[in-house]
């Protein structure tokens, strides 16, 4: 079942659109507070179709995912309480509490690590403000984490060129249902360690 491959060919499509780069930070800034996609599904095509505004669709990326982040700790900070019902009964319950508990015994780094790896970020910046962590520590490991994470790509795609992209092409399927895999897996250790 050819899954990846359409959606890749779609979200490429959607990449060239004159209003690309509106779409990609709306998406950033999104899925830092709350919605489930991570912005890198358009920020690679992109980087692909114009590889010379690689980096400044990284930058775009970065900025609006750090403002999301933001929106994201002003959420924990100010209306944990009236989002709490609806976490306890999702499926990020589990990730929320691991995520309380690392704050307590990493800081700030949890923040850094969170911004970089394919966990939810979101879930990262909620229980920050929960947590209170200091703002400006976590703009900064935001930034660092959200900037490594979004350079690497665009620099990854930019380097590969054409090859990259052939053999992106020729890998979506398989990439697509490993990273499906990869990220059952980070849910399932997570929730049976909550």
Known sequence: ???FEPLYERVLGWSRHRHAERYLAAMSFAE???FPIPPDVMLAPMCLADRARAWRYALVTTVTSVLGGVAGYM???LLFEAIEPWLVTSHY???YETSRAWFDSYGAWVVLMAGFSPVPYKIFTIAAG???LNP???VLASALGRGARFFLVAGLIRAGGERFEAGLRQNVERLGWAAVV???AVIGWLTLRG
Request: proline share 0%.
């Open 130 to 132: 929960v947590a209170v």
């Open 182 to 184: 990869l990220i059952a």
């Open 1 to 3: 079942m050819k899954l």
């Open 32 to 34: 830092s507070s709350f």
């Open 93 to 95: 319950w589990g990730a």
């Open 136 to 138: 400006v520590v976590f």
């Open 75 to 77: 959420i924990g900070l």
